[in-house]
């Protein structure tokens, strides 16, 4: 095998290169400028680092922001939007109900439309909701369309028309007649992207996918032209690969990339280490994603949000919080110290990289107070200025609030520690799980700084720092199979459901599962198919999804299905209703390809005194502790399976530093991990 996982950050990119048995990781810094440079110049640099030219790996498989960074900085395409006439006003109508956190807020304001009115245009056609034609599409519409989508230099089309989703005729023929007036201008239908009930979660996925399209689209083409050779998969929202074809047809499922990896990592090392419930907390030099593994399988959801936009599309559910070793402290109008969600980005990054940075920010903060090692972070590759920190933090924090700089960059690690703690109650205490049932993983260049912290806000029992924390998004790019998820509206109630209906319809989508991932040259006995379907008791507004078993389906699958959810929804909310009538609104297929992976061998043990890996100590400012106190400081690379260390101690390496605090001990297990728990 040989294979590279690139991960693209705000503050860092980076490489997991697997060359059969051996493993190499290395870090670039980012080029926010244009993301793609990073992740060529780290390919081109295999051959001279490690003798490996890129043109002879079997496989790239890349994770990135772009998605994610043009929705929060509003530079995608310029979109059109097409609409049934009479319904051009969908995306402002919206759900006409407020989030969560604004539903008291007298000064709250919508966010912008992505599609401005004046680029949303109306054809003549209706289909009703069983998906007949009762206004049919005429020829001249579309030729009237095309005219005024050239005059309005649309770069890209989305077409969302009323029930599509029961009989998506009309949008094909919009998308066929489009594409002989206007050729190069790519057309997303919403009838492929989201052929699924509810007009506003379609129409605003579609018009995510018609935005986001041709910047996405484009930026993987001009990385496929440099690549060549290797088969290049891409990294989407529900931990699965894609190719470039199929991101395509369905760009939107490029958000959340990056993080889908590391989740996808956390949930095969937490099995290898014995674990199956994990909270995940991926702090990098922008963000923290937390997510939550439940019985070794991260938790999906159907509905997210991209910034204020919904996007209905399967998505490992993370919830990410301005927390990254980038993010700048500041003090508010009160003199209250904030940390983010702003970023030092990569450029020009925190004030100790003497790059310009003034704004002190959490990197800034660790080094002020002697966790991080000045000369030997990134591998060596950023020398840190400890006296530019300090001299960040104490003018514009330390100073105006009457403190030390170390300890206003003590107070810096408590504010952000409590926003990734937050983070991590949303994915477990909100959605009724314990975090003492689970382990934390901590990895992110940052994360294993800040986990032990974490760890006892909540009180976790346990912390597993993985062997290469700052390289496990890139990681988990290695460890994933190929996905494609499908959907279909049924709509019927569960006693009028014909068995042969709907195993024909499932047929139908596992038959496109198959010939995608042929056509991704995943062969037919690597392929496997997994079967759902999403039910409600009728009168309900939300729906709860259950798994589809069997081969040929029945009627007593439909039975089992129905009592599927009656358990499902007594475990969701505490009840269920056996006399009430129970609909089946949709159901899904998610086809995977199975691909090689990298494995992970046990270590020899080699007994539980580290003091071959010691490295020194260094004075570390701790509160806990009274103020500047000795910390043993290791190298994690001569660390060997069996070794016990006991806090207070630093353990370094290339990609990332971690913290063992005093009373708690770290066990390094059979692959290396480090186990740290309270003594």
Not at 320 to 348: F, Q
Not at 374 to 399: C, S
Request: glycine share 10%.
């Amino acid at each position: 095998m040989r294979r590279v996982g690139i991960d693209i950050g705000g503050t860092f990119t980076d490489f997991y290169v697997v060359d059969g048995e051996r493993v190499e990781t290395f870090k670039l810094s980012s080029t926010p400028d244009d993301p793609a440079r990073a992740a060529l110049e780290g390919l081109r640099a295999l051959e001279g680092r490690f003798g490996l030219p890129f043109h002879q790996l079997e496989a790239v498989t890349h994770g990135t922001t772009v998605a994610t960074n043009a929705m929060i900085q509003r530079r995608g395409a310029r979109m059109a939007l097409v609409a049934t006439r009479g319904f051009r006003d969908v995306l402002e109508l919206a759900r006409l109900s407020r989030p969560p956190d604004a539903l008291y807020n007298i000064q709250y304001e919508k966010p912008p439309e992505l599609v401005p009115r004046h680029m949303i245009f109306e054809v003549d056609e209706r289909v009703d909701a069983q998906g007949r034609a009762v206004r049919p599409l005429q020829d001249d519409e579309v030729a009237r369309l095309a005219d005024r989508l050239k005059a309005a230099a649309a770069e890209s089309v989305s077409v969302a028309l009323l029930f599509s989703f029961q009989n998506p005729l009309h949008e094909r023929r919009i998308r066929e007649g489009l594409g002989r007036l206007l050729p190069g201008v790519p057309v997303y239908l919403s009838s492929e992207i989201l052929p699924e009930i509810r007009e506003f979660d379609r129409t605003s996925t579609t018009a995510i996918s018609g935005y986001l399209g041709p910047l996405v689209v484009g930026y993987m083409e001009r990385m496929l032209a440099e690549i060549r050779g290797p088969r290049f998969y891409l990294m989407q929202s529900n931990g699965g690969l894609t190719t470039l074809e199929m991101l395509r047809r369905r760009p939107a499922s490029l958000i959340a990339s990056g993080p889908a990896a590391g989740v996808v990592a956390a949930a095969v090392l937490g099995e290898a280490a014995g674990e199956a419930n994990i909270i995940s907390v991926d702090m990098g030099g922008t963000s923290c994603d937390v997510s939550l593994i439940r019985a070794r399988r991260p938790v999906v959801t159907t509905e997210t949000h991209i910034g204020k936009y919904p996007l209905k599309v399967p998505a490992i559910d993370i919830q990410s919080v301005g927390a990254g070793g980038g993010s700048v402290a500041w003090l508010d109008g009160a003199k209250a110290l904030r940390v983010g969600p702003h970023s030092a980005g990569a450029v020009p990054g925190p004030a100790c990289y003497g790059r310009g940075g003034e704004h002190p920010t959490v990197t800034d903060a660790n080094l002020a107070i002697g966790l991080l090692n000045p000369d030997n972070f990134a591998g060596g590759g950023i020398r840190l200025d400890r006296a530019r920190a300090e001299h960040a933090i104490q003018a514009r924090v330390g100073g105006s609030l009457g403190m030390s700089a170390a300890e206003a960059a003590d107070g810096i690690r408590r504010i952000v520690n409590a926003g990734m703690a937050g983070a991590m109650r949303v994915v477990t205490v909100e959605k009724g799980y314990d975090p003492r049932d689970c382990v934390l993983m901590a990895f992110g260049g940052a994360g294993p700084v800040h986990a032990v912290d974490l760890a006892e806000e909540l009180e976790i029992p346990r912390v597993i720092v993985p062997r290469y924390p700052g390289i496990t998004c890139a990681l988990g790019l290695t460890l994933a199979d190929v996905s494609h998820d499908y959907v279909q509206t049924l709509l019927v109630d569960v006693d009028r459901l014909e068995a042969e209906v709907l195993h024909r319809r499932v047929r139908e989508l596992e038959e496109q599962g198959h010939r995608d991932l042929g056509a991704d040259g995943v062969p037919e006995d690597r392929q496997a198919m997994a079967r759902s379907a999403d039910l409600r008791y009728i009168g309900q507004g939300y729906h709860l999804n259950v798994p589809v078993a069997g081969g040929t389906l029945d009627r007593g699958t439909v039975e089992t299905i129905r009592e599927a959810f009656h358990a499902a929804h007594e475990a969701t909310y505490g009840f269920r209703n056996p006399g009430e009538p129970v609909e089946i609104v949709n159901i899904r297929v998610a086809a995977t390809g199975r691909l090689d992976k990298p494995t992970f061998p046990a270590h020899p043990a080699g007994g539980p005194d580290p003091a071959a890996a010691r490295a020194g100590s260094r004075e570390v400012y701790s509160r806990e502790q009274g103020g500047w106190a000795p910390f043993a400081v290791y190298d994690r690379a001569r660390l060997l399976a069996g070794n016990i260390l006991d806090g207070p101690a630093i353990v370094e390496q290339p990609d990332s530093t971690t913290v063992i605090p005093q009373g708690h001990r770290a066990r390094v297990d059979a692959h290396l991990n480090l186990i740290i728990q309270e003594t």
